[in-house]
């Protein structure tokens, strides 16, 4: 009986020495396995192009139907994409997005894949709609030389993701939602945690376009 | 005066001791969230202030604002003694451990509260009062696993008072003395540990029975009967309970250290070990036991109840009478 006492007390003072093995989330994190599907990223080729023509492969693609993508025609003298259309909007709603990656396989020119983000959570629900300026690969590079490419485009360079470009507000469902219950107010005392009124989310219009 | 003092010092060490012990016993629990998070490979608390020292003001404030939360058939005088008794008999008891005697310009400074010829049969007396806190808890609160819980208390701590009492009496008979000063004065040469090794593990296993620590914890057995004899306790007076266990862990050190590792005694009665002051030398052995404590509690896994009855009874007493009777045989035959 002692010996095994012994040994137990051996082992947990051996475990004290050791390196605690805490990975302290928020400062700390892991890399993320190579084929990991978080948030999406549109890629630009090499000579800065975007490579997104505005097919909108991906958003037929989408099983949940998360995709915006507003096609716009090149200016053939200052072209954003290599085609003949580029994407003026590119919308994704991650709250609807299932992260299945059938965008990326549907992408005839790997314009949108899934990138290593995870940690996607925001205080407001409009800012979980990320736009074009969000999603595209930046190109400080390309952004000197050639100066903004298109309207819509040139956000991706300035723009940090805590700060969403604002003079683009993200098309999709909830901006209609709050515009008919009014503006959200900071609860009062005393209805916290109660919501009096759910916002119900509507098929955007644009869907029915296609 | 009262006694050997002025009533001003004692007064001032009074409130040193209860601010500190309770300080203390609110960094132990850090000291243990931190113990058991190496030994399991974490970091513990580690966001309030520096290496998250802040973090037991933090809990204090947090349990302080909690809902007091109570069962509404409960006896509401003896819900309310439960927790005072925890926190209040755990804290006499310190009262009369020596911490060293100092000579400052002609007047012996003692480093307790008070200096009684029979302190460690007060001390006995005084930690027995815990039990009342956990059966009246667990009883007043009307409920099931609370009365398991001290139920189980009181049994553990019937059958663990006398293995310990037992345990002592050895150290007794070498000193001569229930004055805990005289019991550290009789050590200057050995320390009791050495004359006595069964003994003191036999005293330090059954104070984990009496502080209720894992392995013996089986009065909160978390498992078992949630948190046992203080289920339906919340806020300050969980609080009571918890400073009153972590007191008491204080508590058995200090008498372990009085009794068995010589006290304030340096390591060597020599320089360069003598110049470090007593109640340095005393503060580290109990520092050391408690850290065993904890290195134990975070290894050893609840032994069942039986198994545990089982110790108490026919392991421990009959391991302290034979002390005893071998103790005092080669006493009287010495003498």
Redesign the interface.
């Known amino acids: 009986m002692i010996k095994e006492l012994v040994l137990g007390l051996r082992f947990t003072i051996t475990q004290m020495l050791r390196k605690p093995l805490t990975v302290q989330y928020p400062e700390e994190q892991k890399p993320v396995f190579p084929r990991h599907r978080g948030r999406h990223i549109l890629h630009r080729y090499d000579n800065g192009l975007e490579r997104c023509i505005g097919c909108e492969l991906c958003a037929a693609a989408c099983p949940v139907g998360c995709i915006y993508v507003l096609a716009a025609e090149n200016d053939p003298k200052n072209p954003v994409s290599p085609g003949e259309r580029y994407a003026e909007r590119y919308e994704i709603n991650l709250m609807r997005c299932i992260y299945c990656g059938y965008c990326a396989e549907a992408c005839p020119t790997e314009a949108i894949t899934l990138g290593p983000q995870y940690d996607l959570a925001e205080y407001r629900r409009e800012r979980t709609v990320v736009t074009k300026a969000e999603l595209l690969e930046s190109w400080p590079r390309f952004a000197q030389a050639r100066g903004p490419a298109s309207p819509v485009g040139a956000g991706a360079d300035s723009t940090a993701r805590a700060d969403p470009d604002p003079g683009i507000s993200p098309r999709v469902a909830w901006d209609a939602a709050e515009t008919v219950h009014g503006a959200p107010e900071a609860p009062q005392p005393g209805d916290l945690g109660v919501p009096t009124h759910v916002p119900t989310v509507t098929e955007p219009e644009s869907r029915d376009r296609r | 005066m009262i006694g050997q003092d002025y009533w001003w010092v004692l007064l001032i060490k009074a409130v040193v001791v209860v601010l500190g012990l309770t300080t203390i016993a609110a960094y132990l629990t850090y000291a243990e969230r931190k113990?058991a998070?190496?030994?399991?490979?974490?970091?513990g608390p580690n966001r309030v202030g520096p290496f998250g020292l802040l973090q037991p003001a933090a809990d204090a404030v947090k349990l302080l604002f909690k809902e007091n939360a109570a069962p509404a058939n409960r006896d509401r005088l003896l819900y309310l003694v439960g927790p005072s008794l925890a926190g209040g008999a755990a804290v006499l008891a310190f009262a009369v451990i020596p911490m060293g005697i100092n000579n400052w310009f002609n007047y012996q400074f003692h480093w307790d509260i008070a200096h009684f010829n029979v302190g460690l049969l007060f001390i006995l007396g005084v930690t027995s009062l815990g039990v009342y806190s956990l059966f009246l808890g667990g009883w007043s609160a009307n409920s099931k696993y609370s009365l398991l819980g001290g139920l189980r208390s009181s049994a553990q701590l019937i059958s663990y008072e006398m293995a310990v009492s037992f345990a002592l009496i050895g150290t007794i008979i070498l000193a001569g003395s229930l004055d805990l000063e005289q019991i550290v004065g009789a050590q200057q040469q050995t320390w009791f540990i050495v004359l006595q090794p069964l003994a003191f593990v036999l005293y330090f296993s059954g104070a984990f029975a009496e502080t209720n620590r894992a392995p013996f914890d089986l009065p909160e057995a978390e498992t078992e009967l949630v948190a046992g004899y203080h289920t339906e306790y919340g806020s300050m007076r969980f609080g009571l309970y918890f400073l009153g266990e972590y007191v008491n862990m204080v508590i058995v050190s200090s008498i372990a250290t009085t009794l068995f590792l010589g006290g304030w005694l340096p390591l060597f009665p020599f320089h360069p070990f003598d110049w470090i002051p007593g109640p340095l030398w005393f503060l580290g052995k109990v520092v050391v036991l408690l850290f065993f404590m904890m290195?134990?509690r975070?290894?050893?896994p609840r032994l069942r109840y039986d198994r545990l009855m089982n110790f108490g009874w026919k392991v421990l007493l009959p391991l302290g009478l034979l002390n005893i009777l071998i103790t005092g045989t080669v006493v009287a035959l010495r003498a």
């Open positions: 113990v998070a190496r030994i399991q490979l974490r970091l290195w134990v975070w290894t050893f």
